[in-house]
Structures are given as C-alpha cells and as structure tokens.
C-alpha cells in the first residue's frame, strides 16, 4: 500500500470522546451479564454456595454499570433520555435498555438468592437476568463496532466474541476470588476457559486485520494488551495449581485475572483512538478498495453532460 | 443524465404533505479564495464560542477541522507542481516556474510552482447519516428539508455520533458536554432565507439551493472546467450510488477527496449493522454454550 495521502496529516474521522468509564464498563458489563448466566447455571446444578456468590457478583456489576455511563455522559441528569425511544440501529439505544431490564433482574434475583424472601418473582427474574446477560455482555462491541473507526469496524465480526470471553473470564475469576475453594470448580473452568478464548481470539483478531491492526502493535494499546496477557498468565497459573485448595490463592488468581479482563477491554478501548486519529488506516483501505475496483468510491472525474451550460454554470465561470 | 441525480428528493416518508424539497450546498471549490467570510458568517449567525486561537502552521489554516465550534471549515492546501510539467506552455514559463520552485518562491497564482487549493467544508447533511442511525435519545432527527439537525434540549452528550460520522463533522462542546454541529441553518431555512455562510460567500462557491437544481449546475461546472485542462475536477458525494447515498452537501474538488481531508470512500456503519448484530448474537450465545459447559462440563 503506497502512502496515503492526507490535509496536513490531520485525523479524517473523530476521535471518541469517551473517557474511563467506558472500558471501565465493558468490563463491569460483562461481568454483571455473564455472573448473572453463571449463577442461574449454579443454582440449577445445586452449588447454591458459589450461587449466591455469583449473584453478588452480577449484582455488583449491574449496579455499578449505570453509573460509569451516567458518569461518562456530557449531560449526566438527562441519563433518562437514553430511554426516550427504542432504536435497533443504535447499540447504545439497545444498550440501555438491555442494562435496564438486566439490573432490574439482577436486583430481584441476588435479593432472593441471598434472603430467600422473593421465590415468586425470584423465579421469574433469576432466568431473565441470566438470558439477557448474555447479549449484555456482547452488545458493547457491537457498539464500537458500529462506528467509522476502522480497527473496530473492520473487526466487527470478532470483536463480540472477544468481548464474550472477556466477560466469561470476568464472570469466572470474580467467582473465584469470592467463592470457597471447594465450591468454586465451575468458577475456576469458566475463568480459565476464558482467559484461553479471550487470548486466542484476540490475537486472531489482530491477525485478521492484518495492516489495521497497527494501533495493537506499538503505544497504550499494545501495552495494555501485554499486561493483560500478563495478569491472564500469572493468574490462571495461580487458579490452576493453587486454587483448588488454597482460598488466598484464589483470591489473588481471580483478582490478578480480573485484572487482565480489565486491562484487555482498555487495550481495545485506546485502540479505537490510535486508529481513528491516524488518517492513513482511514484513507487507506478506503483507496486501496477503489484501486483494486472493488468500490467506486464518492468522486466522479467525469461529467453526465458534454456541452457546458453558461447560463446554469457557476457565476464566476468566466475564470475559465 | 440518470433521473436519480436530477430529481428533486423531498422526506416524503417522515413528513408527509409537509415535506419541502431536499436543500443542500453546492461548493464549488475551484473559486474558492479563502477568505474565511462562512466561517465568521457562521459562527456570528449562530453563536458558536470562541474555538482555537493560534498558529498552525500549515498554510492559512488556522481553523483545523470541523467540530462543535467550528461549522464551516476552510482548507488551503499548498501544492508545489512539479518543475517540468509539461501544462503551461511556453520555454520562458517554464523557466520561470523552475526558479519559483527551487527558490522557494510562493504564490497564489497557478502556473508559477505552486499551486493553492481552497475548500469551504461543512457537515454533509447524509442521506445515509450514521450520526442520525446511532443516536440513542433521537436528538438527531431529519427536517422537513431533508438536513440532519442536532436538538440541543434532547442531546445528552452519550458522544455516539462522535467517531460514527465518517467525516468527523460532530464533536462535544468542552464545558457543555454536548455535540454540535451545521443545522444547514435550519432557522433561516424556515423562514425561507439562505444559510449564512452560503449568503456571506463573495464568490458563490457556497452555493445553496434545491439539491436537484444544484447537482444539474455542477454537472455543467464539472464539464466546463474539464474542458478548460483542470484533468482532475470531480464531484464529491453528488451521486446517490456511494456509501452514504449521496449528500445533501457535495462539493467540486480539484483533486483526490484524501488532499482536502475528506475520505475517498466514506459509508455510514448501518450498511453492516446487520453483520454486527449477528456477531454480537452468535458471540452471546456462544457465552451461554460456555457458560454451560463451565458448570456442568465437570464437577460441582
């Protein structure tokens, strides 16, 4: 790909605006969501132990969620008017309301789970707040997905599944942290599992983007990415060999591996930013598509008329 | 000349029998000259604070890009042609030319070594608008004209619209939280006056009107200047068969979109929402399969 060029080298598209409490909740947000699947799952094989713990878990997660975005928004006090409308072409649209229906669950489900006082409509909410943690736990990168910056975009097709073994990892090593040794197996093979997931795929992700994976390979981004790969390694060592017997060793493996989880989701988080602001991954592939002629582009260099018109031309056409 | 570019596109299905004509930009870039009259226009008609106060650099561009406080945005580019281009004519120019280029010598004027390009940009009012797609409180909406309109009492700063616009046109205003961006002056609209901008430009480069009527001017524009050498006059965003389908603003470059800043081949996202939502389904349900097999692949 020769170099493409730019207007004095300024972005083409905008960079986010978003700040900490976003990465910070596609963190929290897949933890709540997948916590939430984990407990109902618990519960019907009979660990009530590790249950309740996961309901904590998810609760947390769900509780803590709205706030990072209310945070995070320009105008926090209109917050409710992210539920004016329901708009299936916006996935922050869809967001919101999934967060709403989940943390209202979540709520009824970890009361009942923990109190007991609730079994009517803890039944109700107990496999609402697992079935819709799971597009919880997914929906956010299909939000930066849907936006022009092209180390997102292009990794549409990926990006959810990463972000759904970030959540399983999530979900599984807060379990491990909190639960006893021995009722935490379940816990233990869902973190694992997904720290595998999460490192495999996104490492084919990055593959898969081939040249617009840059912002992955130098700066914040890459950096994050190593120390997530980091605490995912130590903490899964800690989890496997120790954890079964040692109650401290699962609660510094599951800490270390939440850790990671975090620090994964922020490294595709400053990756969107490095991407957006660098104009040659968005004039690029944009050119190389119209080179090759699979896109014809927005330009036209030819006209649909032959003889100019003097009386329809611009006024200063006597220029030329 | 295809129907689909002279006719003149109303919002029917939004608005019914009160749907005024589709208006739009013209900008005809070849008789740009800088002056900056739309951006002050602008920023005096709608209020706009203060934006960056200093010194680029890169030519007269002080304004940088578009965004909350910037609505029109005037882009120089300086283009050193190359010494022995054969257009121009005579032994004597091209002499003349050569020392204006090794001697660094810079003018306005083309045919001396250097040759300035001027672009008057503003938010492409989308057929196709991903700002408008994915603004979960609709603040965003569509007017009767066909323009994409930001409603300040109904944003709430999410910034969504931000890195989804193709063009980075929106931005979030510091210390107001929320986005803004060209109403294509949609209060002088309703009272059946030109947007500023178009009405401060003294050399109509800025030209307003209905985007029928103005695609057919710039088809001629394109195919005089054409004729008159300029090999590489286009049109931007004047056809309805590109990512965004077409604009309500568009523009005559003369030269690649990339040089202006502006991206060669912009698409709104929602073209692969439906891709996205299927991997976001297929991701949520393969977490549901893990999940499973985490808590009955084994031991309780």
Same mark, same amino acid.
Not at chain 1, 87 to 108: E, F, H, N, Q, R
Not at chain 1, 153 to 173: D, K
Not at chain 2, 5 to 10: C, E, G, N, Q
Not at chain 2, 178 to 183: A, L, S
């Given at each position: 790909?020769? /170099?493409?060029?730019?207007?004095?080298?300024?972005?083409?598209?905008?960079?986010?605006? *978003?700040? *900490?409490?976003?990465?910070?909740?596609?963190?929290?947000?897949?933890?709540?969501?997948?916590?939430?699947?984990?407990?109902?799952?618990?519960?019907?094989?009979?660990?009530?132990?590790?249950?309740?713990?996961?309901?904590?878990?998810?609760?947390?997660?769900?509780?803590?969620?709205?706030?990072?975005?209310?945070?995070?928004?320009?105008?926090?006090?209109?917050?409710?008017?992210?539920?004016?409308?329901?708009?299936?072409?916006?996935?922050?649209?869809?967001?919101? *309301?999934?967060?709403?229906?989940? @943390? &209202?669950?979540?709520?009824?489900?970890?009361?009942?789970?923990?109190?007991?006082?609730?079994?009517?409509?803890?039944?109700?909410?107990?496999?609402?707040?697992?079935?819709?943690?799971?597009?919880?736990?997914?929906?956010?990168?299909?939000?930066?997905?849907?936006?022009?910056?092209?180390?997102?975009?292009?990794?549409?097709?990926?990006?959810?599944?990463?972000?759904?073994?970030?959540?399983?990892?999530?979900?599984?090593?807060?379990?491990?942290?909190?639960?006893?040794?021995?009722?935490?197996?379940?816990?233990?093979?869902?973190?694992?599992?997904?720290?595998?997931?999460?490192?495999?795929?996104?490492?084919?992700? /990055?593959?898969?983007?081939?040249?617009?994976?840059?912002?992955?390979?130098?700066?914040?981004?890459?950096?994050?990415?190593?120390?997530?790969?980091?605490?995912?390694?130590?903490?899964?060592?800690?989890?496997?060999?120790? =954890?079964?017997?040692?109650?401290?060793?699962? &609660?510094? @493996?599951?800490?270390?591996?939440?850790?990671? &989880?975090?620090?994964?989701?922020?490294?595709?988080?400053?990756?969107?930013?490095?991407? =957006?602001?660098?104009?040659?991954?968005?004039?690029?592939?944009?050119?190389?598509?119209?080179?090759?002629? /699979?896109?014809? @582009?927005?330009?036209?260099?030819?006209?649909?008329?032959?003889?100019?018109?003097?009386?329809?031309?611009?006024?200063?056409?006597?220029?030329? | 000349?295809?129907?689909?570019?002279?006719?003149?596109?109303?919002?029917? $299905?939004?608005?019914?029998?009160?749907?005024?004509?589709?208006?739009?930009?013209?900008? #005809?870039?070849?008789?740009?000259?800088?002056?900056?009259?739309?951006?002050?226009?602008?920023?005096?008609?709608?209020?706009?604070?203060?934006?960056?106060?200093?010194?680029?650099?890169?030519?007269?561009?002080?304004?940088?890009?578009?965004?909350?406080?910037?609505?029109?945005?005037?882009?120089?580019?300086?283009?050193?042609?190359?010494? $022995?281009?054969?257009?121009?004519?005579? +032994?004597?120019?091209?002499?003349?030319?050569?020392?204006?280029? #090794?001697?660094?010598?810079?003018?306005?004027?083309?045919?001396?070594?250097?040759?300035?390009?001027?672009?008057?940009?503003?938010?492409?009012?989308?057929? $196709?608008?991903?700002?408008?797609?994915?603004?979960?409180?609709?603040?965003?909406?569509?007017?009767?004209?066909?323009?994409?309109?930001?409603?300040?009492?109904?944003?709430?700063?999410?910034?969504?619209?931000?890195?989804?616009?193709?063009?980075?046109?929106?931005?979030?205003?510091?210390?107001?939280?929320?986005?803004?961006?060209?109403?294509?002056?949609?209060?002088?609209?309703?009272? #059946?006056?030109?947007?500023?901008?178009?009405?401060?430009?003294?050399?109509?480069?800025?030209?307003?009107?209905?985007?029928?009527?103005?695609?057919?001017?710039?088809?001629?524009?394109?195919?005089?200047?054409?004729?008159?050498?300029?090999?590489?006059?286009?049109?931007? +965003?004047?056809?309805?068969?590109? !990512?965004?389908? !077409?604009?309500?603003?568009?523009?005559?470059?003369?030269?690649?979109?990339?040089?202006?800043?502006?991206?060669? #081949?912009?698409?709104?996202?929602?073209?692969?929402?439906?891709?996205?939502?299927?991997?976001?389904?297929?991701?949520?349900?393969? +977490?549901?399969?893990?999940? +499973?097999?985490?808590?009955?692949?084994?031991?309780?």
């Amino acid at each position: 790909m020769t /170099e493409a060029r730019s207007y004095h080298g300024q972005p083409v598209i905008k960079q986010p605006v *978003w700040t *900490w409490e976003i990465p910070t909740y596609f963190f929290t947000g897949g933890l709540g969501g997948a916590s939430a699947g984990l407990a109902y799952l618990a519960q019907w094989r009979g660990n009530d132990v590790l249950a309740r713990r996961a309901w904590s878990g998810a609760l947390a997660g769900v509780a803590v969620s709205p706030m990072l975005l209310t945070s995070d928004l320009g105008k926090p006090l209109r917050f409710v008017n992210m539920l004016r409308m329901f708009k299936v072409t916006s996935p922050m649209s869809v967001g919101s *309301w999934l967060l709403t229906a989940t @943390g &209202a669950a979540t709520g009824v489900a970890a009361a009942d789970a923990w109190t007991g006082r609730l079994p009517r409509s803890g039944a109700v909410a107990r496999p609402a707040a697992a079935l819709l943690g799971l597009p919880l736990s997914t929906y956010t990168a299909a939000l930066i997905a849907n936006t022009a910056v092209p180390v997102w975009h292009e990794a549409r097709s990926m990006l959810p599944f990463v972000f759904a073994s970030g959540a399983a990892l999530s979900a599984g090593a807060a379990a491990v942290a909190l639960t006893p040794p021995d009722h935490a197996a379940p816990a233990r093979r869902l973190a694992l599992g997904g720290a595998a997931a999460e490192v495999v795929l996104e490492q084919l992700m /990055e593959k898969r983007l081939g040249d617009l994976a840059a912002p992955y390979e130098e700066g914040t981004s890459h950096t994050l990415s190593r120390l997530a790969q980091a605490c995912l390694l130590a903490g899964s060592a800690m989890v496997a060999w120790g =954890a079964g017997r040692s109650r401290r060793a699962s &609660a510094a @493996g599951g800490a270390v591996m939440a850790a990671g &989880a975090l620090s994964a989701r922020w490294s595709v988080f400053k990756a969107g930013f490095a991407s =957006a602001a660098d104009p040659g991954q968005v004039v690029g592939p944009q050119r190389a598509a119209i080179e090759r002629g /699979e896109r014809r @582009g927005a330009a036209r260099g030819h006209a649909r008329v032959s003889a100019p018109d003097p009386a329809r031309g611009s006024p200063a056409t006597s220029v030329y | 000349m295809s129907e689909s570019t002279l006719k003149t596109i109303a919002w029917p $299905d939004s608005y019914g029998e009160r749907a005024k004509p589709r208006m739009g930009f013209f900008t #005809d870039t070849s008789v740009c000259i800088g002056c900056k009259a739309c951006e002050v226009a602008c920023k005096e008609w709608n209020r706009i604070p203060m934006s960056m106060q200093g010194f680029t650099g890169h030519s007269y561009d002080n304004t940088i890009d578009l965004g909350a406080d910037t609505w029109r945005h005037v882009a120089f580019v300086e283009q050193r042609l190359p010494v $022995d281009a054969t257009e121009g004519g005579s +032994l004597v120019q091209l002499a003349e030319r050569a020392q204006a280029v #090794d001697g660094g010598v810079q003018t306005y004027q083309e045919g001396e070594g250097i040759r300035w390009l001027m672009a008057s940009d503003v938010c492409k009012h989308c057929t $196709d608008a991903a700002c408008l797609d994915v603004c979960p409180t609709g603040a965003l909406f569509r007017t009767e004209f066909g323009t994409v309109v930001v409603q300040e009492d109904i944003c709430n700063g999410c910034g969504y619209c931000v890195p989804a616009c193709p063009f980075g046109v929106l931005d979030q205003r510091e210390g107001d939280g929320r986005v803004w961006k060209c109403t294509l002056c949609y209060d002088r609209l309703k009272d #059946d006056k030109e947007p500023a901008c178009a009405q401060a430009c003294p050399t109509n480069s800025i030209q307003f009107g209905e985007l029928g009527e103005l695609r057919e001017r710039a088809e001629h524009r394109l195919a005089r200047l054409q004729e008159a050498g300029q090999a590489k006059a286009q049109l931007y +965003l004047a056809d309805e068969d590109d !990512g965004i389908h !077409g604009a309500g603003a568009f523009f005559l470059l003369l030269d690649e979109p990339e040089v202006y800043g502006l991206p060669p #081949d912009p698409v709104d996202t929602r073209r692969d929402l439906g891709s996205v939502w299927a991997a976001a389904g297929a991701a949520a349900a393969a +977490l549901g399969a893990g999940l +499973l097999a985490a808590v009955f692949g084994g031991r309780r």
